[in-house]
């Protein structure tokens, strides 16, 4: 069975630094793109962006361009995404999700990560 | 960006009754939609995708349509699991983006 687990919920000042994970598996890790989805509170999907495993390549998001980055660790099969500065603003719910092998869509997901920032 | 507007924003209906989801985009994205169901606390699921292939595993009451600018997503007989919001996502320029959301709540 293919599966995502997200670490788990994280409570941050801001100005502080913070590393999310995502472990995969179930499945070839390096061949399938990753991506990072942001849910604020109350509201909608926002997509970030994604990370090929394989090679690290990187797609980024303008609006999340600089702010965040993504690394994996392939030895683990496991997706990184991470701040160097939060701000109060990045309160929300993060999702990563894998990519459908040959298109962006993103099936399955996982359980999602809730950063408070405050 | 591709801006995504759906319509309508928040539906009430009853068990067995038909639900038509619209999504709109800015410009035209040929195939390239796809819709997501979320409920309260989970993460989004993939429904459907390239605007009307059923991913593996969902229902067959779901179903998708429309190329260009204008995509539904039709659920033909609503079932109590299915009361959530919907979303459709185009994927075929960067950023890739979502649209606002449908919520379905029981009449």
């Known amino acids: 069975e293919v599966q995502l687990v997200q670490s788990g ?11 999310i994970s995502c472990k995969a598996s179930g499945y070839s890790f ?24 394989g090679d690290s390549d990187t797609r980024y998001s303008p609006s999340f361009q600089g702010q965040v980055t993504f690394s994996v660790d392939k030895s683990i099969s496991t997706a990184y995404l991470q701040w ?3 701000k109060a603003s990045d309160t929300a719910m993060y999702y990563c999700a ?9 099936d399955p997901w ?3 990560t809730l950063v408070t920032v405050s | 960006d591709i801006q995504l507007t759906q319509s309508p924003s928040f539906l009430s209906a009853s068990v067995g009754d038909r639900v038509t ?19 309260p606390g989970k993460a989004p699921k993939l429904l459907i995708y390239a605007a ?9 009451r779901f179903s998708g349509s429309g190329s ?37 709540e029981i009449k």
């Not at chain 1, 092998?101 to 993103?106: D, G």
């Open chain 1, 9 to 19: 919920a994280e409570v941050k000042k801001p100005g502080e630094s913070l590393k």
């Open chain 2, 68 to 104: 260009g600018t204008e995509f539904t997503l039709t659920i033909s007989s609503l079932q109590p699991e299915d009361f959530a919001t919907y979303y459709c996502q185009q994927v075929a320029s960067y950023p890739l983006t979502f649209g606002g959301g449908t919520k379905v």
């Open chain 1, 30 to 53: 390096t061949s399938y793109w990753i991506g990072w989805v942001r849910q604020m509170p109350g509201k909608g999907l926002e997509w970030m962006g994604t990370i090929y495993p």
């Open chain 2, 52 to 60: 009307s292939t059923l991913q593996s595993g969902v229902p067959s």
């Open chain 1, 110 to 112: 996982g359980q999602g």
């Open chain 1, 98 to 106: 894998r990519r459908l092998y040959s298109t962006e869509e993103f």
């Open chain 1, 84 to 86: 160097n500065s939060l």
């Open chain 2, 21 to 39: 989801i619209t999504c709109r985009a800015s410009r035209g994205i040929s195939s390239s939609l796809a819709w997501y169901q979320q409920k």
